[in-house]
T-cell receptor, first 116, second 112 residues
């Protein structure tokens, strides 16, 4: 149980376009989901906390107008990278919180974004 | 701000040997610690966790040790296998929220 999926797994887009990444909790409801970004050979950095039915909380330095987060249901959170540029190329990973199952936070497989 | 860090960025061990991966944390308010394994191109995979009221926890071939006095966390892998080759991250959670703060990571390479 507590499986999290992401779609797409890989995406290549042109500079200036927008890309939407989906994060789904498949067998549980998640009131809280998290979005992380990971550059090559670096650690996961928290971008934002997504709460169902309310605005996301962004970490310092993360532009909320560039990284739009929507958590409209208990099983789906989306991250939209608007006007993507090559420096946005990264591995985006989401996680979902299920407090009744250890370790309470479950990670998706990640989405590799490449902006040309 | 406060962060979680690792002493060794890379670790190479021979198959069958024991591995020890270390992590230093600086947030004394952290109450929960997790070790993750990440293979190339994949999301983090849970290995083992420990709460701040414990100093040792064992799993299958893995042991996590927590020393709150010096804010140090370690992961011990017994009889390391080639399939253990990956990047290992420690992560901490403060008691003020649910988000995780990840350390820099250690790349473990198991040679035959």
């Amino acid at each position: 149980g507590a499986v999290v999926s992401q779609h797409p797994s890989r995406v290549i887009c042109k500079s200036g376009t927008s890309v939407k990444i989906e994060c789904r909790s498949l067998d549980f409801q998640a009131t809280t989901m998290f979005w992380y970004r990971q550059f090559p050979k670096q650690s996961l950095m928290l971008m934002a906390t997504s709460n169902e039915g309310s605005k996301a909380t962004y970490e310092q330095g993360v532009e909320k107008d560039k990284f739009l987060i929507n958590h409209a249901s208990l099983t789906l959170s989306t991250l939209t990278v608007t006007s993507a540029h090559p420096e946005d190329s990264s591995f985006y990973i989401c996680s979902a919180r299920e407090p009744t199952v250890k370790p309470e936070q479950f990670f998706g497989p990640g989405t590799r974004l490449t902006v040309l | 701000g406060e962060s979680v860090g690792l002493h060794l960025p890379t670790l190479s061990v021979q198959e069958g040997d024991n591995s020890i991966i270390n992590c230093a944390y600086s947030n004394s308010a952290s109450d929960y610690f997790i070790w993750y394994k990440q293979e190339s191109g994949k999301g983090p995979q849970f290995i083992i966790d420990i709460r701040s009221n414990m100093d040792k926890r064992q799993g299958q071939r893995v042991t996590v040790l927590l020393n709150k006095t010096v804010k140090h966390l370690s992961l011990q892998i017994a009889a390391t296998q080639p399939g253990d080759s990956a990047v290992y991250f420690c992560a901490e959670r403060t008691n003020s929220g649910y988000a995780l703060n990840f350390g820099k990571g250690t790349s473990l390479l198991v040679t035959p």
